[in-house]
Nanobody, 124 residues
Framework: QVQLVESGGGLVQAGGSLRLSCAAS????????IAWFRQAPGKERDFVAA????????HYADSVKGRFTISRENAKNTVYLQMNSLNPEDTALYYC?????????????????WGQGTQVTVSS
């Protein structure tokens, strides 16, 4: 089972950028799907973006498409989420998650491995 550790969260002004990292270890990840989810207090957990390990397939939530980019660096077993044009509505706890297959169904309950989360706060 893969272990995941997020980093890179923090406080940023509206319109700014931030890059989150998700480091994976302890499993065979060559065929894995890695995804980002986010959850604000009192809100549901929302899908943000996903990528397969080869980088050949990506999916984005409509709310972030064109602003966020998911990528991977295989040599470091790390997936990144580059977030541009941030606004206060992006404020949330961001989680990365993994499962051992990739498909267009990206419901959070299908992901078995989760990181601890990293907080992103966007000020007006």
């Amino acid at each position: 089972q893969v272990q995941l550790v997020e980093s890179g969260g923090g406080l940023v002004q509206a319109g700014g950028s931030l890059r989150l990292s998700c480091a994976a270890s302890g499993g065979t990840v060559s065929s894995y799907a890695i995804a980002w989810f986010r959850q604000a207090p009192g809100k549901e957990r929302d899908f943000v973006a996903a990528i397969n390990w080869s980088g050949s397939n990506t999916h984005y939530a409509d709310s972030v498409k064109g602003r966020f980019t998911i990528s991977r660096e295989n040599a470091k077993n790390t997936v990144y989420l580059q977030m541009n044009s941030l606004n206060p509505e992006d404020t949330a706890l961001y989680y990365c998650a993994a499962r051992d297959y990739y498909s267009s169904s990206l419901y959070y309950g299908t992901f078995a491995s989760w990181g601890q989360g990293t907080q992103v706060t966007v000020s007006s």
